[in-house]
């Protein structure tokens, strides 16, 4: 399964945003029953995805840098050592850590966004002002092989 669509939601006083249903089903399969947040590279919104991907990126990249390496300390730096496991309570929600919060102004509206495999958490205002951006660059071509 794949995180689609948008979803808006707000912050509580709390800290806390019920994640939308869809995005909740994605990763029911799960042995963690949560996601996982870390900063994008670029600093604007938060990435998320399921605990399996991270998983799947750490043994990817052990599989193709290695353990030790320059480039290995740079992605577990840079992905692992940022990234925050965040389990759904019995409303769905979860907490977001208030540095997070703050860092990324979502004390008001927010708003999932479905990329397939990962899902970003935007402050409202900072991704319509992206997404304008974004009407403005091309889109590459992309070229999907059907399977035989």
């Not at 991270?54 to 990817?60: F, H, Q």
Request: glycine fraction near 4%.
């Amino acid at each position: 399964m794949l995180f689609l669509s948008k979803f808006n939601a707000s912050v509580d006083k709390k800290c806390r945003v019920s994640v939308p249903a869809s995005f909740r089903s994605v990763v029911a399969e799960d042995s963690f029953a949560g996601v996982v947040i870390f900063p994008s590279t670029d600093g604007k919104h938060i990435v998320g995805c399921s605990m399996k991907r991270m998983e799947e990126i750490s043994t990817a990249s052990e599989q193709q840098v290695g353990i030790f390496s320059t480039q290995a300390d740079s992605i577990q730096q840079q992905l692992f050592a940022q990234a925050r496991p965040l389990a759904f309570d019995v409303n769905g929600r979860i907490l977001l850590p208030l540095d997070i919060v703050q860092r990324f102004r979502l004390d008001d509206s927010l708003i999932f966004v479905g990329l397939g495999k990962f899902f970003h958490i935007w402050n409202e205002n900072q991704y319509e002002k992206y997404t304008r951006q974004q009407k403005k660059t091309a889109l590459p071509t992309i070229k999907i092989q059907s399977e035989r």
